[in-house]
């Protein structure tokens, strides 16, 4: 059967302002303040939780180190599980796309690099998960995106063809387990890289939901 297979951040919801957050209030309990700002620091946001700390030390004018990054890690991690959809949005009309995809025969899972447990409390919160047939995580397998294999599990959990799937993603990352994965990828222009994602030379770029039913019938055969 053919399938959609989704990235999360930055592609299904706006995480940015919950992962600022997080990374915030490490820095606050430091004694340094808030040093990332939701709008300015979103594209680091969705790099991940180390990166954000990383910019972050690389802003209090003192020396830092790995160590530090990763002694913070664990409390960015606790605090953002624990206020984990307190500005996330989906993206607009990201559910009346899923129900229309569905109702077109396609399988709907999720790849991200996620920590698992979290991407599933939050698409619990946000409402979605039902819809999903499978959710693989960072941490489901022993690789993840770019890898390959992370992509074809995921196809293969929700009961896909490889050969029939498509993957709709925001990031170079999203981009290459595409194209290593030979499966076709469609890269949002909504999310933190704007349209600068089109020079990852995806297959097709999505700038509204309400065109992915069109756009997946057309990339999936």
């Known amino acids: ?4 297979i989704f990235d999360l951040d930055g592609t299904l919801a706006d995480t940015s302002g919950d992962l600022i957050a997080a990374a915030n209030a490490c820095f606050d309990g430091l004694g340094h303040g808030l040093l990332l700002d939701a709008e300015a620091d979103m594209l680091t946001a969705f790099h991940g939780g180390r990166a954000m700390l990383r910019l972050g030390f690389s802003r209090i004018g003192e020396p830092w180190d790995e160590a530090m990054v ?3 890690y664990d409390v960015l991690l606790r605090h953002y599980g624990e206020n984990i959809a307190v500005h996330t949005k989906l993206y607009p ?54 890898d390959p294999e992370h992509l074809w ?69």
């Open 153 to 221: 599990e995921t196809i293969r959990r929700v009961g896909g063809d490889l050969e029939r799937s498509v993957l709709i993603g925001d990031t170079d990352n999203d981009r290459s387990a595409a194209r290593n994965a030979n499966v076709p990828s469609v890269l949002v222009t909504f999310g933190p890289s704007g349209q600068g994602v089109s020079e990852m030379e995806p297959e097709a770029l999505l700038h509204h939901y309400d065109d992915l039913p069109d756009l997946a019938d057309q990339l999936v055969r």
């Open 1 to 4: 059967m053919k399938s959609v």
């Open 70 to 72: 990763d002694a913070q």
């Open 93 to 146: 009309n990201v559910e009346q796309s899923l129900e229309e995809l569905k109702s077109r025969g396609y399988l709907l899972g999720v790849c991200t690099n996620k920590p698992a447990a979290l991407a599933e409390t939050l698409m619990g919160q946000l409402g979605v998960r039902p819809m999903f047939g499978a959710l693989l995580g960072a941490d489901t397998l022993p690789v993840r995106k770019p």
